[in-house]
């Protein structure tokens, strides 16, 4: 009973195309992210959803889409693919402060 | 906005021996400090927090320690073991933001 599940886990994909990772949590949190961990392990955070509404934005490329169609869901769509969008992708949720954590979508973009 | 410094970023310990990772944050309205592991190749996981009405809090082998006036706080793990291997974050979070910032890191290595 997984309570964060992203998918896919790998992608695999040429510069240049547009891909998308969907996020799911069962935990009936309000709070959703989406962080990015690069090649050196940081983790930063992209994007933030509190009941469907962006409450963060970091300064991110607006290559980078997220949309939430409800408090359960949040996707990341990423278009026009650069070498340096590669990296483990991490949706997360939280109804208080603490993260709970999907296994990670590994984007390798070549 | 909050940064995050953490360090060291790599340490090598002995099994039975004691690690310490530090981290200074820099908004002072931050008020809440996780610490999250991450294993090879698997999601990032809470192990303790430590909240900024309390100095020191302990889990069997972990501790957390905060010191509100430097802005510091610390991961103790006693009697390390191979399972304590992993990436180690510290964290801050900013009411005001709604933002919890992560630090950069902590590979713990620990050898038999």
């Known amino acids: 009973d997984t309570a964060v599940s992203q998918t896919p886990k790998y992608l695999v994909t040429q510069m240049g195309n547009d891909k998308s990772i969907k996020c799911e949590q069962n935990?009936?949190?309000?709070?959703m992210y989406w962080y990015k961990q690069d090649s050196k392990k940081f983790l930063k955070i992209m994007f933030s959803?509190?009941?469907?509404?962006?409450?963060i934005n970091e300064t991110v490329p607006n290559r980078f889409s997220p949309k939430s169609p409800d408090k359960a869901h949040l996707n990341l769509h990423i278009n026009s693919l650069e070498l340096g969008d590669s990296a483990v992708y991490f949706c997360?949720?939280?109804?208080?402060?603490?993260?709970?954590f999907g296994e990670g979508s590994r984007l390798t973009v070549l | 906005g909050e940064n995050v410094e953490q360090h060291p970023s790599t340490l090598s310990v002995q099994e039975g021996d004691s690690a310490v990772i530090k981290c200074t944050y820099s908004?002072?309205?931050?008020?809440?400090f996780p610490w999250y592991k991450q294993e090879l190749g698997k999601r990032p996981q809470l192990i303790i927090d430590?909240?900024?009405?309390?100095g020191e809090k302990k889990d069997q082998r972990i501790a957390v320690t905060l010191n509100k006036t430097a802005k510091h706080f610390s991961l103790h793990i006693t009697e390390t073991q191979p399972e304590d291997s992993a990436v180690y974050f510290c964290?801050?979070?900013?009411?005001?933001?709604?933002?919890?910032?992560f630090g950069t890191g902590t590979r713990l290595q620990v050898t038999l």
């Open positions: 997360a949720s939280s109804q208080r402060r603490e993260l709970f």
């Open positions: 935990l009936g949190h309000d709070t």
């Open positions: 959803y509190n009941n469907k509404e962006l409450i």
């Open positions: 908004d002072s309205a931050s008020n809440y």
């Open positions: 430590i909240r900024s009405n309390v």
């Open positions: 964290a801050s979070y900013t009411g005001t933001a709604s933002k919890l910032t």
